[in-house]
């Protein structure tokens, strides 16, 4: 059974879903319940909302949660060296390419990173383009750079 919760950060309302002891999803704005899940306010949604009440506050800089990712071999390679770009930094498309083994996969990178279901724990914000460019963000550029900025004053 999966729940989802909703709760409202300086960023904007963020949703956030549990699935079988696992966060599956973080995403910003609110939504429905879809067949088969619950709108419910789990231990673990609480934890998840926690720390990121804490990474808000600037008190937090890693998150420990277990997660629930599932995708492709490519993207969960992409997502997992999102998780190594210690907070305050930043990476290329191209430099993630690189880490998975793909130097010539920039673009799919950018596909990947459009793909990530957590977000914000799994940082897909801090790729950025080769050139400096932001790049684009699910969220739209202005979270993207509210993230960045807001991780960079506490780095």
Do not use: F
């Given at each position: 059974m999966k729940n989802m919760y909703f709760y409202d950060f300086p960023i904007g309302t963020i949703g956030i879903e549990e699935d079988d002891g696992s966060i599956s999803r973080v995403f910003f704005g609110s939504e429905k319940a879809l067949a088969g899940q619950d709108i419910a306010e789990t231990p673990l949604i609480q934890k998840a909302a926690s720390q990121l009440t804490e990474y808000f506050a600037s008190e937090r800089k890693e998150f420990d949660l277990p997660l629930a990712l599932e995708g492709t071999e490519f993207q969960m390679a992409v997502w997992k060296a999102l998780q190594a770009i210690p907070s305050?930094?930043?990476?290329?498309?191209?430099?993630?390419?690189?880490?998975?083994?793909?130097?010539?996969?920039?673009?799919?990178?950018?596909?990947?990173?459009?793909?990530?279901?957590?977000?914000?724990?799994?940082?897909?914000?801090?790729?950025?383009?080769?050139?400096?460019?932001?790049?684009?963000?699910?969220?739209?550029?202005?979270?993207?750079?509210?993230?960045?900025?807001?991780?960079?004053?506490?780095?």
């Open positions: 305050g930094e930043t990476r290329s498309y191209q430099d993630i390419a690189k880490a998975v083994g793909k130097p010539q996969a920039g673009r799919a990178v950018g596909m990947a990173n459009n793909k990530n279901p957590i977000l914000i724990i799994v940082p897909c914000h801090r790729v950025i383009g080769q050139d400096g460019s932001w790049g684009g963000y699910v969220a739209g550029v202005p979270a993207k750079e509210y993230l960045l900025g807001l991780e960079k004053r506490y780095a």
